[in-house]
């Protein structure tokens, strides 16, 4: 299978690896492909990276009918190209849609249209360490209708972005914002889809952190506020004793790729991995009698981020393993940017050759 292309006549300028930052600068093309009930997914074909032109009525302007995936594509140290663990990325984009009530896209399609995007724009790729070429599929209610029910009509794309080192200077420890008054899913919501709606429920809090000088935000459960969930844009994990553990998957919390080889390469080496509940009241109790040995946070986007500190209220901080990282949320760091960048064996078959 083969989409057109339409190959761009005006190739944008690149930018040095260094200056990369993270979804700012855009390769030349994107993929895209229509839906209308009556004829399902057509018209796929890439072309050059541009504006769209919509209805004003579309449905995902009004309400919000719209989700993604990001995944990432690497230059690997053979020179080729490899995207990691596609299959979950897409299968996941495919779980989450019915919740929206939009149409999803077969997973193995999804895959072969992400992977020839990369091939088009394969110059796109960078190759420094820590560098990759960030995929961004979309789903979006184009049927200009203002009445409230599904769309008949959705645009699939895909835009790529190339990346830089999240952590420019080496991965640095963040310091996270507890949220006990607003909440970002509650049980029966969206939570554990990529829905847009989730960020736009996340945002203030976010700014409100930064406010008082913190990076991200820690989401609790939406009823009591007591339960930890996840940090909005990376689950977490808490290494308590000799445990290292994460909350149970539930309808309220993305289930992340990054988490799952955690949990993997976590058990392969011996460690105690346990999925259950943790309380915020439980993460100061460990914190006080210094049982509490590594907070960190795993995503597409940081890979590993150690939590150094965390903050309750603004008057209550936890400072974790001195505001350093620690060495299990370092080595895990590095053997999953190892995989993703071919210097250290791929065992579990995560990366896909484009
Ligand atoms: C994307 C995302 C994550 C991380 O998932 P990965 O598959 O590891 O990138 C965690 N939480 C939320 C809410 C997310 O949207």
């Not at 200077?169 to 990529?194: C, D, F």
């Not at 689950?235 to 949990?263: H, K, M, Q, W």
């Amino acid at each position: 299978m083969n989409l057109p292309v339409r190959q761009t006549t005006t190739p944008r300028p690149k930018m040095k690896e260094a200056d990369l930052g993270f979804g700012r600068v855009f390769a030349d093309h994107m993929m895209i492909a229509e839906y209308t009930a009556e004829q399902g997914w057509q018209n796929a074909r890439i072309e050059p990276y541009g504006p769209m032109a919509m209805d004003p009525a579309a449905g995902v302007f009004h309400y919000g009918q719209a989700m993604f995936e990001g995944l990432k594509a690497f230059r690997t140290a053979d020179g080729g190209v490899s995207l990691f663990r596609p299959e979950h990325h897409c299968a996941r984009m495919q779980r989450g849609a019915p919740r929206l009530c939009m149409p999803s896209v077969e997973p193995k399609l999804m895959q072969a249209w992400a992977s020839q995007l990369v091939k088009v724009d394969e110059a796109w790729v960078p190759s420094s360490a820590g560098t990759a070429l960030y995929l961004r599929p979309t789903l979006i209610a184009t049927e200009g209708y203002l009445g409230v029910r599904p769309a008949s009509r959705y645009t699939f794309f895909i835009i790529s972005s190339p990346v830089g080192a999240y952590y420019a200077g080496g991965v640095k420890p963040v310091r996270i914002w507890v949220e006990r008054e607003q909440t970002r899913a509650a049980h029966g919501g969206l939570g554990s889809v990529k829905a847009g709606a989730n960020y736009a429920a996340s945002l203030l809090a976010a700014q409100n952190a930064k406010k008082e000088g913190y990076d991200q935000v820690l989401w609790l459960d939406a009823d009591k506020h007591e339960q930890i969930e996840e940090v909005g844009t990376m689950n977490l994990f808490a290494y308590v004793g000799d445990e290292l553990v994460t909350p149970p998957l539930s309808d309220s919390i993305l289930a992340g790729v990054t988490r799952d080889c955690v949990i993997q390469l976590a058990r392969d080496a011996g460690i105690k991995v346990v999925e259950r509940t943790i309380t915020m009241s439980e993460v100061q109790a460990a914190h006080a009698k210094g049982s509490l040995k590594e907070v960190f946070g795993s995503g597409t986007a940081a890979v590993i981020s150690p939590v150094g500190e965390l903050a309750l209220g603004g008057k209550t901080k936890l400072s974790i393993n001195k505001g350093e990282v620690g060495p299990l949320a370092g080595r895990l760091y590095e053997e999953i940017s190892g995989i993703q960048r071919g210097t250290r064996p791929d065992k579990y078959g995560w990366l896909t050759k484009v």
